[in-house]
């Protein structure tokens, strides 16, 4: 009970994927730090790769501390044991993989498991490392964080013999997510090469994000509505050529517009410019793009699998992701209806003020504070 001997839980949170544009394992990294921030009793470091240079926005009590070396091996191996060391911490927070050793507890954060649900939107490579070192590091972990509790019941399902805690700890909006002027989207437009108006689909481009479907379904409304375009923000993911394929074949290269990876300003400005959100990804373990548009005053239409109606709640049409006349109609409406787009709006910033860092926090301190008390 080493903690019980400082003012404050010392936590060192395995950050080394700050800085890589991994979209969601990143974002909530970030968000998770600043909400640790702000809360008493809680002394906290961040283990970052050689080089990193946080966000200026980051909160001045972090104290960054630089891995030796970028090997993702050597990091697991020893380096973070090193620092827990050297920082003297109570607790190392990992995202998915724990240390292969450590001198004190470890409590790791778990996303999904959607390479045990859908196997096939992995490389094989992907599966055979996530199949070899999860469970070992779910073993290794004091306590277990999930997103939301469809994230608790799948780890329950697919590791039944399971004995650490779980923990339901979901991610939320930076603050940064908001309603802005009209006057500061214009250069995330410009930016983006986007031009209004349009429908905004965010996520790494790939099959599991279910982005063919999308396009499929936006085929059919461009012939009634050829003004649209659709716009895909994310980083090329695995067969992400899928999606590119699609968009020429069908017709779609000038409607459907991909600029890749955006800083979260200009996220923020598509967000805000976007007539909707359109999220029919078909698994989840929280689904942060759906809370995200939502503290931004947007329409949401997303799908009713997996996390995103537990995450939604009654803030989003929620439609069948396998269904194209399903996505289609649901775009129509909420491009058509503007009664119906104001009222979503106004429900999801009700339903995002439901989810913020602090909060989130707190419900991970005390997590950390049974795994180091010795009962997860």
């Known amino acids: 009970m080493l903690w019980q001997n400082h003012d404050a839980v010392r ?18 990294v970030r968000g998770l730090l600043e909400g640790l921030a702000t809360l008493d009793g809680v002394a906290l470091a961040a283990g970052v790769q050689p080089g990193y240079r946080p966000d200026a926005r980051m909160p001045p009590s972090i104290a960054w501390l630089s891995l030796p070396t970028r090997s993702s091996w050597r990091r697991l191996a020893g380096d973070l044991a090193l620092l827990a060391r050297r920082w003297d911490a109570d607790v190392i927070h990992a995202t998915y993989i724990a240390p292969y050793r450590s001198p004190v507890p470890v409590v790791v954060s778990v996303h999904d498991v959607s390479f045990k649900r859908y196997p096939q939107y992995f490389s094989w490579r992907d599966r055979a490392l996530f199949a070899t070192l999860l469970p070992s590091s779910l073993r290794r972990a004091a306590a277990v964080l999930a997103l939301s509790s469809h994230g608790r019941d799948e780890l329950q399902h697919f590791y039944p013999r399971l004995r650490t805690p779980i923990h339901v700890v979901p991610a939320a909006p930076r603050a940064s997510f908001r309603p802005v002027e009209t006057i500061m989207v214009a250069p995330a437009l410009a930016r983006a090469g986007v031009r209004a108006p349009f429908l905004l689909a965010v996520g790494s481009v790939q099959p599991r994000k279910n982005l063919v479907r999308l396009a499929e379904a936006f085929r059919m409304l461009h012939r009634t509505r050829p003004d649209l375009q659709l716009v895909i923000v994310g980083p090329s993911g695995f067969r992400s050529r899928w999606v590119q394929e699609t968009i020429v074949s069908r017709g779609l290269s000038e409607a459907v517009r991909l600029p890749g990876y955006v800083s979260e300003e200009d996220l923020v400005g598509l967000y805000n410019a976007a007539m909707a959100l359109v999220y029919p990804s078909v698994y989840e373990g929280f689904g942060l793009p759906v809370v995200e548009a939502m503290a931004c005053g947007r329409p949401v239409i997303a799908a009713n699998t997996s996390s995103l109606p537990e995450v939604a709640g009654d803030a989003a049409i929620l439609v069948d992701p396998f269904d194209i006349s399903a996505l289609h109609a649901a775009m129509l409406s909420v491009v058509t209806d503007t ?25 991970a301190l005390a997590a950390y504070r049974g795994a180091c008390a010795g009962n997860g």
């Open 339 to 363: 009664r119906q787009a104001g009222e979503l709006a106004a429900r999801g910033l009700a339903r995002a003020r439901q989810f913020c860092w602090p909060r989130t926090a707190a419900a």
């Open 11 to 28: 936590v060192l949170v395995d950050a080394h994927m700050l800085g890589h544009r991994e979209t969601g394992n990143e974002t909530y």
